[in-house]
């Protein structure tokens, strides 16, 4: 077995268990509908999200206890995301994609501390909105040179604009007044599907008889297709909602 199928499979499992006792603990009751709300849709339905808020409870509790500024959380993120782009670039996918994870759940600490230290700000909003394009782009060009061929790096590209798009169409409808959380591909599907992606891509390469890197190729089309089609999807509703006034 393979090392990282071996890490990934041990971490679904402490998931499980904790969903587990998640469930057991507060049953159908929510947790934080409100931090689920905010957020918007999500593929995987709102219970995956209300685990994972209470799950990050211990960690937003210690930080509030010892002071820590919610842009900590900010920097530590962009700094993985940076690392992961970094582990793509030289071919280390499962490691770019554990470190993508990474930055992701470090990144959702920074709004749950502010909220809990009651420093909500709009330059704080900004920060956090504004880094998570940057680890985008550092994941992306990662990706960029991790592919040689033309038709990988096209995807690539896509990927990257569609994934820019998205969140650049909820900003720019939220400045004129229209708030679109709609859509299939907002950045926790895109972050779950390349991490665990490029987490697993060595081993279901190589079990449909590709060479590395395959799986994660598809996962990229997947990723081109659904942002672009979500932003798309967004710039049509917001424009006939403007229209309607």
């Known amino acids: 077995m393979r ?8 971490a679904l499992s402490v998931a499980l268990l904790s969903m587990l006792v998640f469930w057991v603990t507060v049953g159908g009751r ?6 689920v709300a905010r957020r918007g849709s999500f593929v995987l339905g709102n219970w995956v999200r209300e685990w994972f808020y209470w799950s990050a409870r211990p960690v937003e509790r210690a930080s509030v206890r010892i002071g820590l500024a919610p ?18 670039g030289l071919g280390h996918v499962p490691l770019g994609g554990a470190l993508l994870l990474l930055s992701g759940i470090t990144d959702a600490f920074d709004g749950l501390v502010a909220r809990a230290r009651n420093v909500v700000s709009e330059a704080g909003a900004f920060l956090d909105s504004t880094l998570d394009r940057f680890t985008e782009l550092a994941v992306f060009v990662g990706l960029i040179l991790l592919y040689e061929s033309t038709w990988s790096l096209v995807i690539v590209t896509v990927a990257l604009g569609g994934s820019l798009l ?3 169409t909820r900003a720019r409808g939220e400045s004129l007044g229209v708030t679109c959380k709609l859509g299939v591909m907002q950045r926790a599907e ?15 390469s190589t079990w449909v008889g590709q060479q590395p890197g395959f799986v994660l190729f598809i996962i990229l089309v997947v990723i081109a297709i659904g942002s672009l089609g979500t932003a798309i999807f967004r710039t049509l509703w917001i424009w006939r909602r403007l229209a309607e006034r």
């Open 3 to 10: 090392i990282e199928l071996g890490l990934f499979l041990l």
């Open 30 to 35: 929510s947790v934080r509908t409100d931090e």
């Open 71 to 88: 842009e900590v959380f900010n920097a530590i993120g962009l700094a993985i995301g940076i690392a992961s782009g970094v582990a793509y």
């Open 166 to 168: 998205v969140s650049y």
């Open 190 to 204: 895109r972050l779950l599907l390349l991490g665990f992606g490029s987490i697993l891509d060595p081993t279901l």
